[in-house]
């Protein structure tokens, strides 16, 4: 079942919940996340991002997405994630995505802000919905020039205000591409944020996050937490393991059997663990 994510966000924010939006590169990672959807009747959010829409089109990518969603019973919602300008949200929006982040956050505020208001603008009327970034989650790469800026509580609420946002992604410790979970949650921070705006939450890097965060963190106002990291970990690491130990075969959809069976464990886990 296709649908954005106003609402997934929203009842899982005041369930004491948190959805896993999870990073996938094509059919193999995104049945997965589906199938364990279905076991635990939760809603699943399948996402796009910078290195999959280098990739491979959005259109493409939309078009076997779509087909998984209407093809289960379970909320399904199609995200770009990062979108890095109009263009782009407007492009994936075209090619049937139902959801979009624009990321305007290395951006001054007001620019941001305006920005952002014009991506909702034409999302809503396409019923699709819209995440945005205020303050910036950084980057665990040095070869990627994000500059790290914590969430200061009082743009959060001048942002989401005028904006109009249906998620709202923010900084308090974390950093995408994390392999050790080593990250500090800044919780007062957190705390201060939630109590200044009533848009649901989300947070970006979590592979850097103990077990024991990510339970913590569902018991906030977090609507979503995005996962990558540490899917690509399990899958890549297996399939070179499997392709060592298995150097006379060449039939790529054999390799690809036992690290579906990998990120399946990890995507029950994080589910788990965000309360599901």
């Not at 995408?176 to 705390?191: F, P």
Request: glycine content about 6%.
């Amino acid at each position: 079942m296709l649908v954005n994510m106003v609402e997934m966000v929203k009842e899982a924010a005041g369930a004491k919940k948190a959805i896993p939006g999870f990073n996938v590169f094509g059919y193999e990672d995104a049945k997965m996340v589906i199938e364990i959807a279905e076991e635990l009747n939760a809603p699943a959010i399948l996402m796009s991002n910078k290195d999959a829409v280098a990739h491979m089109d959005l259109k493409y990518q939309a078009a076997l997405y779509r087909a998984m969603g209407e093809d289960t019973h379970v909320p399904v919602c199609i995200h770009l994630d990062h979108g890095k300008d109009y263009e782009l949200c407007a492009k994936a929006i075209s090619a049937g995505y139902t959801s979009v982040m624009y990321d305007g956050s290395q951006l001054p505020l007001e620019e941001n802000i305006a920005n952002t208001k014009e991506v909702v603008r034409l999302a809503h009327a396409w019923n699709v919905s819209v995440e945005a970034e205020i303050g910036s989650v950084g980057y665990n790469d040095p070869t990627i020039k994000a500059k790290a800026i914590y969430t200061e509580p009082s743009e959060a609420e001048k942002f989401a205000r005028e904006t109009g946002v249906d998620a709202l992604a923010v900084a308090v410790g974390t950093l995408h591409r994390m392999q050790i979970q080593d990250a500090k949650i800044q919780y007062d921070r957190l705390e201060a944020i939630q109590n200044v705006t009533d848009v649901p939450l989300v947070i970006h890097g979590s592979t850097g996050l103990t077990d024991e965060d990510l339970t913590k963190l569902s018991t906030y106002r977090i609507g979503k937490v995005n996962i990558g990291t540490a899917l690509r970990m399990a899958y890549g690491y297996t399939l070179r393991n499997e392709m060592n130990a298995h150097t006379e075969e060449f039939d790529r959809i054999k390799f690809f059997k036992k690290p579906m069976e990998e990120i399946k464990k990890v995507i029950r886990e994080k589910y788990k663990l965000l309360g599901w």
